[in-house]
């Protein structure tokens, strides 16, 4: 059984496996909605991670990822305090989604509203064929506020986001991987042990050029198509200047790093 953060009021479960840090949501009576302590339990446990793992899985106990937002503390909340919890979310969120390690989310039953926002802001989505996606906030009289109208715009585009909050619409895992919004889809219980194999491959990697990917590329999908190449050759060049990719060109130059094999089934 994975250890509970120290201070995270068991809001969260933290385990240390070889180079990957595992955080498991762990609220599940309350299909680990998240509260404003929770908010912060994700935050400690994402600094520790980043502090002493290569890379990352968030994933839920019980059934369900996350049911989103805590819609019993949201409710009482005055206007001032909404916007303050809001941009916490954005903060702790950014952490994982521009940090200095790679997180992947392992997806299971309701993947909804902020939890599709805590999702998004991982860099890999692993989903099993129970993971399912809704963002209700048109229902509730709300709207997005941990980051979605960002992320999970850019992940599936705005005119589906548009079609998911107008309508109220819930997409299978299946579906979800059409629309790009998940990259691997596993049978049932099997996401969890998936993604802590894409992250162990994740964490083999060097670890400038996974800084690299998760800090460069969402910012040159931002930039300007003649902005983006010159930031490209800047940060392909320093890459190249780092001991870890001397190493790694030398040893496949001597024949001693795996070459690159034909896809399997996957
Ligand atoms: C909750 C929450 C929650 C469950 N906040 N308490 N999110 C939603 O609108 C999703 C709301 N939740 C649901 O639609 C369902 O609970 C589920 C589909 C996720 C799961 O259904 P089920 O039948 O397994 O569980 P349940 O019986 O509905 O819920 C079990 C308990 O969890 C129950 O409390 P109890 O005291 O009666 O046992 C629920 O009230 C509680 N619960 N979800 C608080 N979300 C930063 S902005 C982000 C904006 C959003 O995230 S909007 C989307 C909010």
Known sequence: MPKIVDGAAGFVTYELRGEVALIGLNRPKKRNAISDRFVEAIN??????????????????????????????????PLFEAVKGSRRWHAVFNTIERGTIPFV???????????????????IRVADSTAFFALPEGQRGIFVGGGGSVRIARLIGPARMGDM???????????MER???????????????????VASQMATNAEFTNYAIINALP????????????????????ATMTDDAKDRLRAF??????????PGDG
């Open 44 to 77: 400690d446990s994402v600094a520790r991670a980043s502090a002493e793992a290569k890379a990352g899985v968030i994933h839920g106990h019980g059934p369900h990822f996350c049911a989103g937002l805590d819609l019993s503390e949201h409710s009482e909340k």
């Open 105 to 123: 989310s392992a997806l299971t039953g309701a993947t909804v509203g902020g939890g599709f926002e805590l999702a998004a802001s991982t860099q």
């Open 165 to 175: 909050m107008l309508t109220g619409r819930v997409l299978s895992a299946d579906a």
């Open 179 to 197: 629309w790009g919004g998940v990259t691997y889809v596993t049978e049932e219980g099997k996401a969890l042990e998936r993604a802590i194999e």
């Open 219 to 238: 910012r040159i999908a931002d930039m300007s198509a003649e902005d983006g190449l010159f930031a490209e050759s800047m940060v392909a060049s320093l």
């Open 253 to 262: 130059l001597e024949k001693r790093a795996a070459k690159v094999q034909a």
